[in-house]
C-alpha cells in the first residue's frame, strides 16, 4: 500500500509540474477564496458565445445521462474555456452499446480561450464533453500496461492526463486495461493536444464507465495518448478524512428534509470533497417554514479541494448542500429590486450566482423573488461566510426578510 501511495504521490507531482507550465492549477487542499473563480467552461447554443449558455466544472458531461443542462443536446455552437482547463468536445454521448465499447464519434480538444466557433463539424452536434485540468492527488482510477490488470500500473486522480505533458510517461502510449471507482467516468482518446494537430481531431475516443476494464479494445489497445477523468461535483461523508458513509452529489441544491442526504445522512457529515471547479455551500438548517427568519442557520461557502468539518459548528450539522460551477441561461428564479416583485428584475437559470453575476438587480438591492420552479438559496454574502441564508421554494415571496433585503449578495438557483 504504502509503494503504491508513494506512486500515485510522484504521479501527482509530475502531471502538477507539467500542467504549471501551461497555466494549470492542480487541486490537492482546501482552496483559498478570495472571490469567485470563472467556471472552467461555459459552453453557448450560438455562435460568437450567443444564445443559451451552462457553466461547467470539470467532469465528464454526457447527454445520454442528460447532464449538458441548458444548451442539451446538439446545441452547442461555441465554447469559452478557462486559463489552464482543456476540453474535449464528441458528436457522440455514451448511450447504451457506447460505453466501453464503440467510439464517439468525432471529437476534438480546445484549449483555453474563447472559440466563437466549434466548426462546422461539431456545429449543433455535441452530445458530450469532457472538461480537465490538472489532476488532483486522489487516486480514482488506474491505468495498466498490460490487458488484464497487468504491467507496470499508473494511477489518475480526477484530472486531464496527456502523453504531450508527460503525464503518461511511466507507460508510455501502452494502455491496455483500465480500472475506474465508482462514481468516476474515464474517456480515452489515441491523440491528445498536440498530436492532434492544427484541426484538434482526436481520432478514436471511448468512454469507460467504473468498473474493470480488462481490455480497452483492439483498436486502442497501446494506443491511448489521452485519458481525462470525471468524478462527483461534490463528496460528502461522515467520518474525517473522507471516512465513513459516503454519498456523491450533482451540481444542485440538496436537502435532507427531502431525503435527499438519506445515503451519508442527516446531521452526520464531517468531511467534503469538491471537485476543481466548483464551489458548495453547507448550512446547519434546510426548513421551509419560517421563511424570512433566517431559517438555514449557520452556513458556509467552500471552494475546489477537501475539508474537514471536525472541531468545528457545521460537524455533524449539515441539512443543506449547494454545489454548482457557474451559472446558466434561464428564468427559474426571478430577483427583483423592490418588494412586491416590482422595479428592475434579472432572470437567473440553474446555477451559482455571486455578487458580481447579479446582473440589472445588482447587489445587495434585492427585496423580493419570484421562483417559478425548484429552490433558491439566497445568503447575506459571497464569501466563506455566507452571514444571513435563506431557502426560497417554488412560489411568490414579496419580501426576502429584513435582514436579507438589501443585502442579497449570492444567490443559488435549483430547478
Given at each position: 500500500m504504502r509503494a503504491r501511495q508513494s506512486l500515485a504521490a510522484s504521479a501527482a507531482i509530475l502531471v502538477a509540474f507539467a500542467w504549471a507550465q501551461a497555466g494549470a492549477s492542480p487541486v490537492g487542499r482546501a482552496a483559498a477564496l478570495p472571490g469567485m473563480a470563472t467556471p472552467p467552461l461555459v459552453a453557448y447554443a450560438g455562435r460568437a458565445f450567443g444564445g443559451?449558455?451552462?457553466?461547467?466544472?470539470?467532469?465528464?458531461?454526457?447527454?445520454?445521462?442528460?447532464?449538458?443542462?441548458t444548451v442539451d443536446n446538439d446545441e452547442i455552437s461555441s465554447l469559452r474555456v478557462?486559463?489552464?482547463?482543456?476540453?474535449?468536445?464528441?458528436?457522440?454521448?455514451?448511450?447504451?452499446?457506447?460505453?466501453?465499447?464503440?467510439?464517439?464519434?468525432?471529437?476534438?480538444?480546445?484549449?483555453?480561450?474563447?472559440?466563437?466557433?466549434?466548426?462546422?463539424?461539431?456545429?449543433?452536434?455535441?452530445?458530450l464533453l469532457?472538461?480537465?485540468?490538472?489532476?488532483?492527488?486522489?487516486?480514482?482510477?488506474?491505468?495498466?500496461?498490460?490487458?488484464?490488470?497487468?504491467?507496470?500500473?499508473?494511477?489518475?486522480?480526477?484530472?486531464g492526463f496527456e502523453a504531450a505533458t508527460g503525464a503518461l510517461d511511466r507507460l508510455g502510449a501502452t494502455i491496455s486495461s483500465l480500472a475506474i471507482d465508482e462514481g468516476y467516468r474515464a474517456l480515452a482518446c489515441d491523440r491528445d493536444s498536440v498530436s492532434a494537430g492544427t484541426d484538434a481531431d482526436l481520432g478514436l475516443c471511448r468512454l469507460f464507465g467504473p468498473g474493470r476494464h480488462s481490455g480497452v479494445g483492439d483498436d486502442?489497445?497501446?494506443?491511448?495518448?489521452?485519458?481525462?477523468?470525471?468524478?462527483?461535483?461534490?463528496?460528502?461523508?461522515?467520518?474525517?478524512g473522507m471516512g465513513g458513509l459516503t454519498q456523491t452529489f450533482a451540481p444542485g441544491i440538496h436537502q435532507a428534509l427531502t431525503s435527499e442526504l438519506s445515503q451519508v445522512g442527516n446531521d452526520t457529515i464531517t468531511s467534503l470533497r469538491v471537485a476543481d471547479g466548483y464551489h458548495a455551500i453547507a448550512c446547519e438548517d434546510d426548513r421551509t417554514d419560517l421563511i424570512g427568519q433566517g431559517d438555514l442557520?449557520?452556513?458556509?461557502?467552500?471552494?475546489?479541494?477537501?475539508?474537514?468539518?471536525?472541531?468545528?459548528?457545521?460537524?455533524?450539522?449539515?441539512?443543506?448542500l449547494a454545489v454548482y460551477p457557474g451559472g446558466a441561461s434561464g428564468d427559474t428564479a426571478l430577483a427583483y429590486a423592490d418588494r412586491d416583485l416590482n422595479g428592475v428584475s434579472a432572470a437567473f437559470g440553474p446555477g451559482w450566482y455571486p455578487a458580481?453575476?447579479?446582473?440589472?438587480?445588482?447587489n445587495d438591492t434585492v427585496s423580493s423573488l419570484k421562483v417559478r420552479s425548484g429552490r433558491v438559496v439566497a445568503c447575506e454574502h459571497d464569501r466563506e461566510k455566507l452571514g444571513?441564508?435563506?431557502?426560497?421554494?417554488?412560489?411568490?415571496?414579496?419580501?426576502?426578510?429584513?435582514?436579507?433585503?438589501?443585502r442579497t449578495s449570492l444567490l443559488a438557483v435549483s430547478p
Open positions: 443559451d449558455w451552462q457553466s461547467y466544472g470539470t467532469g465528464i458531461f454526457d447527454n445520454a445521462r442528460g447532464e449538458l443542462g478557462a486559463p489552464g482547463y482543456r476540453v474535449v468536445a464528441c458528436v457522440e454521448g455514451g448511450s447504451e452499446g457506447r460505453v466501453d465499447e464503440g467510439d464517439l464519434g468525432e471529437c476534438r480538444v480546445f484549449g483555453p480561450g474563447g472559440h466563437d466557433s466549434v466548426g462546422n463539424d461539431l456545429d449543433d452536434r455535441i452530445s469532457a472538461v480537465y485540468g490538472g489532476p488532483t492527488r486522489h487516486a480514482v482510477a488506474t491505468a495498466y500496461q498490460g490487458p488484464g490488470f497487468t504491467g507496470a500500473d499508473l494511477p489518475l486522480g480526477p484530472g486502442l489497445l497501446r494506443k491511448i495518448s489521452l485519458v481525462a477523468v470525471g468524478g462527483p461535483a461534490l463528496i460528502a461523508t461522515s467520518d474525517a442557520g449557520l452556513c458556509r461557502r467552500y471552494g475546489p479541494g477537501d475539508r474537514d468539518l471536525s472541531g468545528g459548528r457545521l460537524n455533524d450539522e449539515v441539512s443543506l458580481a453575476d447579479l446582473g440589472k438587480v445588482g444571513t441564508c435563506r431557502l426560497f421554494i417554488s412560489g411568490d415571496h414579496p419580501f426576502v426578510g429584513t435582514t436579507l433585503n438589501d
